[in-house]
């Protein structure tokens, strides 16, 4: 068992080490599904994109997604051919931007799917998972064009630097407001002209699963638990423990603690909130100063909405941000854990 067990680990060590050469091909073989999925799609009428709850955008933005698979499939078609152009870089992180913005949604899915709720649609579920895949793909390949050296590979491998930490502070920080105001909520309390009964409502009305409502009863809030979950993988991506398995792990103490085991997490989180965040930050910022109407939704006034949305965008926004800059620097510091 043990032989059949190092094979097996050779041969992912092998894999794993060869990534550069079959990369490409896998990203072009997606490029042609994505593009034929957008087509079957724009041509049945069925739509990809949900503009918030249960309302369908256009369908005709299916003809999006082949124009991404399109420019995704002759840019893999290019480098195969041509090698790694700079021109062909570039196209290869447009595409990686486009499909990470096609993504967006795939956090929510999760996160509904993890609380026994439903999606909006299971057509636009499956295009997150394939847009999120694809943006990972993309940036492979687009990296596999130029590897680090050597000498970069071992700078990258030292601990956060203390402008990172920094951040990761800020980003913990940023939820406090959040999570007391959600807390209050399922407390019994009142904030923002709204009772902790009258939460309860809303969010059964809104179709809120058992597993929701019943971590409600017992005084939790399942984004809370989210929150603390962020947080928690926020410090992963910039402390030791993110790279080896500390003691309190037991039986994995001490083993290396797989790249993607933080990365897809962190990358999926990073594309989903920061833009979320500064956006709803913006848009606080603007029916502040009048300039739009911050519409009432579930609350008593525009204003008490308002307040709501500053906390839950601020904290979006500043954790968004901060798990980007996190990822990037264990990206770079673990680069020395691939194979050369």
Known sequence: MDGATETTRARWRTWGQQWPCWVGRATLAWA????????ACALSGTPLFYLGGDHPGPSALGWGVVAVGSLAAVACGAVAR???????RVLLWVGCVLAGIAAFGLLMDVVTLAFGQGVDS???AAHHVLAAAGALLLA?????VRRPSA???????SAASRPVLLTACAGTVAFLPYAAMKLIWTSGGTFAGITGEEMLAISKRNGASGIWLTLESWGLDATVLLAALGVFLLWGLVRPWGRTFPRWTLWLRGRRVPRWLLLAPALIGAATLAPYGVFGVGYAALATAGVVTMRRGDFHSSSDALL???IGMAAFAV??????????SYWLRTRSMLPA
């Open 151 to 157: 000498a970069t590979l071992v700078a990258a491998s």
């Open 319 to 328: 954790y968004g941000v901060a798990l980007i800059v996190a990822t990037r």
């Open 140 to 144: 492979a390949t687009a990296r596999s």
């Open 32 to 39: 042609v599904v994505y593009a034929g999925f957008g087509l």
């Open 122 to 124: 299971g057509v636009a």
């Open 308 to 310: 709501v949305g500053w």
């Open 82 to 88: 041509l090698g790694p152009r700079p021109t062909l």
